[in-house]
């Protein structure tokens, strides 16, 4: 007796889309952890027209949390390098 369900979102517009299942945001998150293949995924999957909307809008947001990362360390790798210079000229 297996009590398996499938799950569809309704957008306002009409579209239909199916729920991404457990394997592929398995196979997902392991593409995730190879270097460089993750951004070019996280591209692909962001922006293609063809993919499902929400892994879709899933690789935009990672995509936004990965720039604000990058602007962060930049900016703190600036703060520490100022207040090391200020600290070795004193």
């Known amino acids: ?37 993750n951004i070019i995924c996280l591209i692909i999957w962001a922006f293609s027209n063809t ?8 690789a935009k947001a990672q995509l936004v949390m990965f720039l604000i990362s990058i602007v962060l360390a930049i900016f703190f790798f600036m703060i520490f390098g100022i207040t090391m210079l200020g600290l070795s000229e004193s």
């Not at 196979?27 to 995730?32: D, F, G, K, S």
């Not at 993919?51 to 899933?58: A, D, F, I, T, V």
């Open 51 to 58: 993919e499902n909307k929400n892994r879709s809008n899933w």
């Open 1 to 37: 007796m297996e009590n398996t369900k499938e799950y569809t979102i309704t957008h306002p517009q009409g579209e239909v889309e199916k729920v991404v299942s457990v394997q592929k945001w398995i196979i997902t998150l392991l593409i995730m952890m190879i270097p460089l293949v």
